[in-house]
């Protein structure tokens, strides 16, 4: 079945880094573009970057542009999210979905379960 | 970046009764090719979000026709026709005219 499994969230210091994947399954991945979103506590959904659906394009929230950078690899069907310079602001839910970038299908109408990263001393 | 906002903030009801969540952008998500841009998602406590509704007003697959979405431009409406049990969680409108893709603030609904 359609599936997105992500992992690498962990408890890490600020000014860290830490790097989270997204393993994608049963569909064909390189039609997709993917997206990571996150859900800090307390607070609503954001956006945080987007990859094309060939790796040509990215584009990121402003809050994180800059320090996390978002790669995929077709071939392993996974998407990451380097995140670096880590701040307490970061700690959040992440999750990955991916977006029928090639079709007429609605964005992000699949997601991943999430992975938590916390920011913390 | 285009703002949603959401309201109300908190919904309560009854099971069997409708419930309206209202969401406004302050720029136009009405596109040349005629779609328009906006969606609504349910993150149910513990899960990730899901997709309810599409360009406006189309409902994703499988979900139940009690929901459906209308507006115009800058303004927008989630309705509920009955409310469910299974409906409790926080509503997202969304929109992808353009990159950032923004959210609203969400629009938590309860059963009384």
């Known amino acids: 079945q359609v599936q997105l499994v992500e992992s690498g969230g962990s408890v890490v210091q600020p000014g860290k880094s830490l790097r989270l994947s997204c393993a994608a399954s049963?569909?064909?991945?390189?039609?997709?573009?993917m997206h990571w979103v996150r859900k800090a506590p307390g607070r609503g959904l954001e956006w945080v970057a987007v990859?094309?659906?060939?790796?040509?394009?990215?584009n990121y929230a402003d809050s994180v542009k800059g320090r996390f950078s978002i790669s995929r690899d077709n071939s392993r069907k996974t998407v990451n999210l380097q995140m670096n310079s880590l701040r307490g602001e970061d700690t959040a839910v992440y999750f990955c979905?991916?977006?029928?970038?090639?079709?007429?299908?609605?964005?992000?109408?699949?997601w991943g379960q999430g992975t938590t990263v916390i920011v913390s001393s | 970046d285009i703002v949603m906002t959401q309201s109300p903030l908190f919904l309560s009801v009854t099971p069997g009764q409708p419930a309206s969540i209202s969401c406004k952008s302050n720029?136009?998500?009405?596109?040349?090719?005629?779609?328009?841009?906006l969606y609504w998602y349910l993150q149910k406590p513990g899960q990730p979000p899901q997709l309810l509704m599409y360009e406006l007003s189309t409902r994703f697959s499988g979900v139940p026709n009690r929901f459906s979405g209308s507006g115009s431009g800058t303004d927008f409406t989630l309705k509920i026709s009955r409310v469910e049990a299974e409906d409790v969680g926080v509503y997202y409108c969304m929109q992808s005219i353009q990159l950032p893709l923004t959210f609203g603030g969400g629009t938590k609904v309860e059963i009384k």
């Open positions: 049963g569909f064909i991945f390189n039609d997709y573009a």
């Open positions: 990859i094309w659906y060939d790796g040509s394009n990215e």
């Open positions: 720029q136009s998500l009405l596109y040349s090719d005629g779609k328009t841009y």
């Open positions: 979905a991916r977006d029928d970038q090639r079709g007429s299908g609605p964005p992000m109408d699949i």
